[in-house]
């Protein structure tokens, strides 16, 4: 029976995600539809829209992208890993867009982590998408203190903390719905995703926030007994 309810559970959610993807697909299609059609009927007002039109199609590219991480499960290799060193690839790798925006990107790991089990290419997905958040939380530069500390029954905890313009509670109650953005050009998909992932690693997500002050998304992971 449970079972059942759990499937039902999930069959109704996949329902929801869908609808919101066609919807948020049908948007910008509509539009490129539009333009082309006005394209065709007055060739002359081509340049016009052809920037908008392209817009429309990166926005589709990125929905697309985005929800490609999500469909993927079961190429997922999990396998042992240093968090030392994902978190270091992806300090890396973020470090040039974060100078871009003045901002500073500080990490510290305790020492003596244990290993953890997992697809460090989905965990690097996340990684990134808590990095990108909070660069875009701070428009005018500001700093990202990542901490990586062993915390209770073999668990070690990732913050990512920012001093940037923070969550307002109504946006805090609903974070991981699909498609919930505060961005002009947002997917609001990062977030879900995301929340995704750690549940496939068994692990746990947990953001506090203040607006005005700044936000700390904590991942709370299992490691692998030494
Ligand atoms: P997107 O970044 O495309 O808007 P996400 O799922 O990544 O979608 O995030 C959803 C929303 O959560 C954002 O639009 C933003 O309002 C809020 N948010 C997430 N992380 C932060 C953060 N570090 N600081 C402030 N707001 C955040
Ligand atoms: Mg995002």
């Not at 244990?114 to 875009?136: G, H, P, T, W, Y």
């Not at 990512?160 to 609001?188: S, V």
């Not at 607006?211 to 991942?219: D, N, Y």
Request: charged share 20%; proline share 4%.
């Amino acid at each position: 029976h449970d079972e059942l309810m759990k499937q039902a559970e999930k069959l109704s959610l996949a329902g929801q995600l869908a609808a919101g993807i066609a919807h948020e697909i049908r948007n910008p299609l509509t539009s490129v539809k539009g333009f082309i059609q006005l394209i065709a009927t007055a060739p002359s007002v081509k340049s016009q829209y052809i920037d908008i039109i392209q817009t429309e199609l990166d926005r589709i590219e990125l929905i697309v992208s985005e929800l490609l991480v999500l469909a993927k499960p079961h190429n997922l290799q999990f396998r042992e890993d240093s968090i030392e060193q994902i978190v270091q690839d992806v300090v890396t790798l973020m470090a040039p867009q974060a100078t871009l925006h003045a901002i500073e990107v500080k990490h510290q790991c305790a020492p003596g982590l244990l290993a953890i089990r997992c697809d460090s290419n989905q965990l690097k997905q996340v990684f990134i998408n808590f990095i990108k958040n909070a660069i875009e939380a701070c428009p005018n530069g500001g700093w990202i203190q990542i901490e990586v500390q062993q915390g209770e029954g073999g668990s070690i905890h990732i913050s990512f903390t920012d001093n940037g313009c923070g969550i307002p509670e109504h946006i805090l109650q609903k974070m991981g719905d699909p498609f919930l953005t505060t961005k002009k050009t947002g997917t609001g998909l990062g977030f879900m995703i995301s929340q995704k992932i750690i549940e496939n690693h068994q692990g746990q997500l947990h953001i506090t926030s203040k607006e005005g002050e700044g936000t700390t998304v904590m991942v709370t992971l299992p490691t692998v007994p030494a």
